[in-house]
C-alpha cells in the first residue's frame, strides 16, 4: 500500500471555481512533488517542496499555486483553470532531494481533474 | 534530445513467461540513476526498481531484474513469470547527478499479459 494519500480521488470543477488539491506522506521524507500527467503521456514535473520551501517551479502558470504546511503535507491550490488542465494530478515524495542519485520517489494514487 | 528512450509502445507477453522492456538513455554524468515505474489503469506510479550508475551488479527485486549494460547506455526491465495483473504502463526514468535534478521519464511502455 502507497503511504503517500491524495484528496480528492477526483474532482470535476468549472473555469471559476476554487479547488485544492492535498496529499499527505507519513514516510518522514523531506521533499515533496507535483506532477501533471495527461492522457498516455509521462509525468510532467510541476513544482518540489524540499524542507518546506519551494525549490523548483517548472514555470508553471500562476492559476496553479502550491503551498507546503508542514513536511508531511502539500496542497495544490487551483483557480480559474481551463479544460486543457484536465489530467491526473500526482504528488510524490522522497527522502531528500538530489542527496543521491538513489534518492527515490514515491507516488501517490493521483487525482483526476476535470475542468467544465 | 531524448533522455530517455523506450521504443515498444506496447508489447504483449503470454501468462507465466519472461519479458523485456527496452530503455535506453543518454547522459554524459558519469554519477545517474536509473529507476522504473509500473502504472496500472488505476493511475498509481509504483517504484519497482533502481539502478545506480556505479552499481556493478543488476538490480533484482522479487520478480523484475534490470538488464545494465553500461557501455550501450541500456537499461532494461525483465519480468519474469508474467502475470495477468502485470498488464500497466512502465516508465523507465533518470536522474543524472546530485542536487535540485529532476526526474526524467521516457514515453513509457503499454505491456499486456494474456492469459
Known amino acids: 500500500d502507497t503511504e503517500v494519500t491524495q484528496t480528492p480521488k477526483h474532482l470535476v470543477m468549472g473555469m471559476t471555481n476554487k479547488k485544492s488539491l492535498k496529499c499527505e506522506q507519513h514516510?518522514?521524507?523531506?521533499?515533496m512533488y507535483w506532477y501533471k500527467q495527461k492522457a498516455k503521456k509521462p509525468p510532467e514535473l510541476m513544482f518540489v517542496?524540499?524542507?518546506?520551501?519551494?525549490?523548483i517551479n517548472e514555470s508553471v502558470p500562476s492559476r496553479f499555486s502550491p503551498e507546503c504546511p508542514n513536511s508531511s503535507l502539500l496542497n495544490l491550490h487551483l483557480h480559474a483553470l481551463q479544460p486543457e488542465d484536465s489530467a491526473l494530478y500526482l504528488c510524490?515524495?522522497?527522502?531528500?532531494?538530489?542527496?543521491?542519485?538513489?534518492?527515490?520517489?514515491?507516488f501517490g494514487p493521483g487525482t483526476r481533474l476535470t475542468v467544465l | 534530445a531524448q533522455k530517455i528512450t523506450q521504443t515498444q509502445p506496447g508489447m504483449f507477453v503470454q501468462e507465466k513467461e519472461a519479458v523485456t522492456l527496452d530503455c535506453t538513455y543518454d547522459t554524459s554524468d558519469q554519477s545517474y540513476g536509473l529507476f522504473w515505474y509500473k502504472q496500472p489503469s488505476s493511475g498509481e506510479m509504483i517504484f519497482l526498481i533502481y539502478?545506480?550508475?556505479?552499481?556493478?551488479q543488476n538490480a533484482t527485486e522479487g520478480r523484475y531484474s534490470l538488464n545494465f549494460q553500461k557501455a550501450r547506455k541500456s537499461a532494461n526491465l525483465v519480468i519474469s513469470a508474467s502475470q495477468l495483473g502485470d498488464s500497466a504502463m512502465y516508465f523507465c526514468a533518470m536522474r543524472e547527478g546530485w542536487g535540485n535534478t529532476p526526474l526524467v521519464f521516457g514515453k513509457g511502455t503499454r505491456l499486456s499479459v494474456i492469459a
Open positions: 510524490a515524495s522522497s527522502q531528500d532531494q538530489g542527496v543521491s542519485t538513489a534518492d527515490t520517489q514515491y
Open positions: 514516510m518522514g521524507h523531506r521533499a
Open positions: 517542496y524540499s524542507y518546506e520551501k519551494l525549490s
Open positions: 539502478q545506480g550508475s556505479y552499481d556493478e
